[in-house]
């Protein structure tokens, strides 16, 4: 069992000398009384492809091919009403790239075989890794997703006698329970109500699920049940992680608070019970990011956006 509180250990700085130099020079322009201040946690920017630069000063064919072509790689000149009607057609060439544009987020290894990628087309990469040499492969396309992946796991207790290997999540909120093997099996969809999965765990055969709405569910994986849903915090929950050894489960949302919960899996009775243990207030933090630190949850770290450190808590 936790005691009544956790203390907090001495912040750990990331050490990242070339980041922290760039970002010092962009925050201060926006804080300028706080010099020294630096930003090492950052939030991905998606990034979009774009036509180079010369080909649109150019002239460039248009991809409508209506409105001329490149002589030469040089400029051309055109009529008013022909450039417009290029420009415009331009235009939406480089929206509809922008609109496409790719981003991955999710990933997990499924035991010593795979490793799982989700991206924002609302597919799963599955990797084959092999047991010696360098030689990933791209084994299969998992499409069962709509939305973007918001998050995936794979089962931590380590136990072989688990069915479901893997769990997915997208932002309409929907879970995908996975069997690896030469051909990923889906076992179960569970629905999420159009309301986003921002983190979810896998662990003795139970799918711990986090939403936008700061709740907490606890899933059968196979059939989908619900054995609990939990009014954990005010705000998003960003992250989630489990304690595979001691069945802690930790919490961390926008609201700057960090919850530590006791899991209870009966199998005989096939219900799973959950327990708040603690609370911790991240003062004036917005936390993006928290995990335990060891397999038993003997300490868990911290981390929040515009926050250079990570606070790491240990039980006293």
């Not at 922290?20 to 020079?25: I, M, S, T």
């Not at 995990?291 to 038993?296: E, I, L, R």
Request: charged share 20%.
């Amino acid at each position: 069992m936790l005691p009544a509180r956790l203390t907090p250990d001495h912040p750990l700085p990331f050490n990242c000398a070339v980041q922290r130099k760039l970002l010092d020079v962009s925050q201060r322009k926006e804080h300028p009384d706080q010099k020294q201040r630096v930003c090492a946690v950052q939030q991905p920017q998606r990034a979009a492809h774009r036509p180079a630069a010369s080909h649109l000063l150019h002239g460039g064919p248009c991809q409508c091919g209506q409105h001329g072509q490149r002589v030469l790689g040089r400029p051309q000149l055109l009529p008013p009403s022909a450039a417009v009607q290029r420009a415009k057609c331009r235009y939406e060439h480089i929206a509809h790239h922008a609109a496409q544009a790719v981003f991955a987020r999710g990933i997990s290894a499924v035991w010593e075989n795979y490793i799982c990628v989700g991206v924002s087309s609302g597919a799963i990469l599955v990797f084959d890794v092999p047991s010696k040499g360098s030689n990933i492969t791209l084994s299969e396309v998992l499409e069962e997703h709509k939305d973007s992946i918001t998050d995936m796991a794979s089962e931590c207790s380590g136990s072989q006698e688990c069915i479901a290997d893997l769990v997915s999540a997208d932002d309409s909120g929907n879970l995908c329970v996975w069997k690896s093997g030469e051909e990923f099996q889906l076992l179960n969809k569970i629905p999420g109500f159009d309301m986003s999965c921002s983190s979810v765990k896998l662990w003795k055969g139970t799918v711990v699920a986090g939403y936008g709405t700061g709740q907490i569910r606890l899933y059968e994986a196979v059939t989908g049940i619900l054995h609990a849903e939990v009014n954990a915090h005010a705000r998003w929950i960003y992250s989630l992680d489990i304690a595979p050894f001691s069945g802690l489960l930790l919490s961390a949302a926008e609201d700057s608070l960090v919850r530590v919960w006791h899991l209870t899996v009966t199998p005989e009775s096939n219900s799973v019970e959950v327990a708040h243990l603690h609370n911790e207030c991240v003062t004036d933090t917005q936390i993006c990011g928290a995990k335990f630190c060891d397999g038993d949850g003997y300490a868990f770290a911290v981390t929040g956006y515009d926050l250079s450190e990570i606070i790491r808590y240990t039980q006293s």
